[in-house]
């Protein structure tokens, strides 16, 4: 089945699920993604005696929300980030690509700002069906980082929707593809620790990278009012949860850190035992940038200016020792922007690309 998504975010002031396209406003390009499935998911009221067929019955509440499956490339991310991250800088003309072409830097990060802008959105499916969804927000994001190409799965909630029956070929003709490189699991290199740390691993030691972002939206009777069947205002934010793990193979490149995470202060030059030290907490910088060696003018960056680093169990067999670190980032460390701002977040994220703004910036 084919499938694409546009996606378009709310202008400031407006009211929360305004649709974005009767104001003439339209998705910069369409994004082709694995798979999609908004749905109003109507929660039915109770039904009073079913015993021999209905008596009575009544719609429920709508509680819309649905799943995104997308190739990370680095021309769709700022769309995707802006309203994962909700925090945005950008900078345009900043760098000349090798082509001569002018490179834009959108920067991102996560800041006491519980909000996410919302945006309307046209999914396609199939060639004959469109689903068109409104105040839509992005609750979570996952990206997957393995040997292969790179995955981002969205979940998200909207307000409401409408349907249309279309002729996709002919749909086609009124929208821009976006044509993009997938980045791929060569393309990155992952840093714990900094360039003069006396412990430093970098990627040729992982072959796994997995971020996760919670945005923890309260649905349900939480964003209801009386006269409406669908959410009366803007779901509030709860928290923003922020993970990441990092697989690796254990040998002794990275021994010295996978030890050091486990039993901090460990000294392998001690030439004796070493034992944990409880009170010492593992942390470390953590870095992660992907850089397609067929565009290498455009690339990610992500930065978790501190993080604590734990280790699960390490997995054994009789030739390879994996471990798996668990990344959890502080909220206390800064980082500067392009431009010479300085902001406290958990992860900053850098997307230097052709693609333009996706929307106004938004700053705290």
């Known amino acids: 089945m084919v499938n694409y998504v546009g996606i378009v975010y709310e202008d400031a002031g407006d009211a929360y699920g305004t649709d974005q396209f009767k104001k003439n406003k339209s998705p910069a390009y369409y994004i082709h993604d ?8 109507v929660q039915d009221f109770d039904e009073e005696d079913t015993r021999n067929g209905l008596d009575e019955f009544r719609n429920g509440y709508f509680e819309p929300e649905g799943d995104l499956s997308l190739s990370a ?3 769709s991310l700022p769309t995707i980030l802006y309203g994962v991250m909700g925090l945005y800088k950008y900078n345009s003309n900043i760098e000349t690509a090798s082509d001569g072409t002018k490179l834009n830097i959108h920067e991102f990060w996560i800041g006491d700002k519980f909000e996410r802008p919302a945006f309307s959105g046209d999914f396609t499916s199939g060639d004959f069906l469109l689903k068109r969804v409104f105040g839509g927000l992005f609750d979570s994001m996952e990206w997957d980082a393995n040997l292969n190409k790179t995955k981002i799965d969205l979940s998200m909630i909207y307000k409401t929707e409408s349907i249309k ?28 620790g900094d360039e003069n740390d ?28 009386l006269g409406s069947i669908s959410y009366g205002f803007k779901p509030n934010m709860e928290s923003c949860n922020i993970e990441a793990e990092a697989v690796t193979k ?39 940038k992907a850089q397609s060696c067929v565009d290498p003018d455009e690339y990610v960056l992500m930065v978790f200016p501190k993080c604590r680093i734990t ?53 705290e």
């Open 250 to 288: 254990f040998n002794r490149r990275n021994y010295e850190f996978i030890i050091g995470a486990m039993h901090n202060e460990y000294n392998p030059n001690s030439g004796g035992w070493n034992s944990p030290a409880p009170c010492k907490e593992f942390t470390k910088k953590v870095t992660v």
């Open 34 to 41: 694995d798979g999609h499935s908004p749905d109003l998911n």
């Open 165 to 192: 029956q279309i002729s996709l070929e002919s749909y086609r003709s009124n929208f821009s593809m976006l044509k993009a490189i997938p980045l791929v699991g060569y393309d990155y290199t992952v840093q714990i």
């Open 73 to 75: 490339h680095t021309s």
């Open 198 to 225: 006396d412990i430093n691993t970098t990627s040729n030691c992982f072959n796994d990278f997995k971020l996760t972002i919670e945005n923890n939206h309260q649905t349900g009777d939480d964003a209801r009012c």
């Open 311 to 363: 280790v699960d169990p390490i997995e054994a067999d009789s030739n390879v020792l994996e471990a798996t670190l668990k990344i959890k980032p502080f909220n206390t460390e800064s980082v500067t922007l392009s431009n010479n701002m300085v902001k406290t977040t958990p992860l900053y994220i850098k997307v230097v690309t052709r693609a333009t703004r996706v929307a106004p910036d938004i700053i």
